[in-house]
């Protein structure tokens, strides 16, 4: 079985501004407050899975400056691994949003050193993954080094999870070596390339896909939960039904949550029933990973094997 993971992606340090409207062309206005937050698909999923309890290990790279020593200690800090995190010349991946009362968001990103993660830093991880592994994947760092990386890890025999976000063209050959594919819905119409607009198309879709990938899928939709298509069986898993007061990282929740039910020896489904418990906590309050449940709160309404 399972007992360690390892994320390979990306850290950003977030700062997200509040306000009332957006300023004019030549225009500087005043926003009402600022956030400093530690962010990033791969930092958000580690620190999900890390808050489980699980033995989680961040790969990826974070620059010589002060928002690299923010993400660092921010992921320690809830018990993430950083012995394969490096730092590199110049600014940390980061990303700047303003967000206005009525939810309207505009956000604009630096990859940074996101964009620094080589092959060379993959076969520094050679030792570290192997058959007791799950590994997983964001698309926020080079795709190269994404693809050199699934390559590794098909050899050492690991469990490989891409979580295809945000959407990009991978050669299929490269999905086809997957464990398990997940996407949201916006996604999945891209890489299916058809519109995904209801359930039943999207159990429809997900057929398709996990035919042609020959690994399990999981399509997430939001509030109307997610449908898991896994050797022959096709299972949609509702959402909790909790008073939501933001949706920043439910995706890179469910997907920490997914790993918990994955190394404690559930099958993909119940580990979806489990992420979808972990989703439902970190919608209830604001932010990523200051969100994202520990395993006693997730606890509280997961009623599973
Ligand atoms: N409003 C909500 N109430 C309860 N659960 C939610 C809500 N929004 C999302 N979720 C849960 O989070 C999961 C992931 O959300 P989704 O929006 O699909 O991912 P992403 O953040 O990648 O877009 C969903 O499958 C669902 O279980
Ligand atoms: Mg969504």
Redesign the pocket.
Known sequence: MYNKVIVIGSLNYDVCLKLARLPEEGETNFADSVEYCSGGKGANQAVQAAKLGLTVYMAGCIGEDESGDFLKRTVEGYGVRTDYLKRVPGNSGMSVAQSLYDGGIRASVVKGANDCVTKEDIDALGDVISSDTIVVFQLEIPLETIIYAIDLCRKKGAYIILNG?PAAALPEETLRKLDLFIV???EASFYGNTEIDSEEKAETEIRRMTERLGATCIF???????VVCSEGRTEM?P????Q?VE?T??????IGGLCYGLVNGKDIFESSRF??CC??K??CKTGGQPAMPTLDEVMEIYKGR
């Open positions: 976000a949201n819905e916006v997430t939709l939001g509030k109307a939960g997610s898993i959402s909790k039904k909790v939501a949706s990282g439910a995706g890179d929740s469910f992420a979808t989703s439902a970190t919608v």
